[in-house]
Nanobody, 127 residues
Framework: QVHLVESGGGSAQAGGSLRLSCEFSGWAHDNYCMAWFRQIPGGGRERVATISSRNDVGDDTAYGYGIRGRFTISLDKSKHIVNLQMNSLKPGDTAMYYC?????????????????WGQGTQVTVSS
């Protein structure tokens, strides 16, 4: 059974940093995509970043609009952890952040493509 458990959320000042982690389990193959989404109350889930388990197909990462250059997604396959390093935080980054997974190395930007989700971790950025 697939399990995704996020940690590392909290509060930060604008311009500060936070690091989110997602520990995943429940599969043994090396053919998957991990993603971070975020959601504000009343809104849909927005893709923040994705990373493929395959690093032999060129750039294995992708980022949402306005994210690249501030956030970095990384995957530690041996520890089964996907991290999201968030720098230069803005109040607009305030949201619930979710870890998601799909059992295919191709990554997509829409939440419907991800059948597995964690419970989420809150990030609050104050000005």
């Amino acid at each position: 059974q697939v399990h995704l458990v996020e940690s590392g959320g909290g509060s930060a000042q604008a311009g500060g940093s936070l690091r989110l982690s997602c520990e995943f389990s429940g599969w043994a193959h090396d053919n998957y995509c991990m993603a971070w989404f975020r959601q504000i109350p009343g809104g849909g889930r927005e893709r923040v970043a994705t990373i493929s388990s395959r690093n032999d197909v060129g750039d294995d990462t992708a980022y949402g609009y306005g994210i690249r250059g501030r956030f970095t997604i990384s995957l530690d396959k041996s520890k089964h952890i996907v991290n999201l390093q968030m720098n230069s935080l803005k109040p607009g980054d305030t949201a619930m952040y979710y870890c998601a997974a799909r059992m295919n190395w191709l990554c997509y930007s829409t939440e419907d493509e991800y059948p597995y989700w964690g419970q989420g971790t809150q990030v609050t950025v104050s000005s």
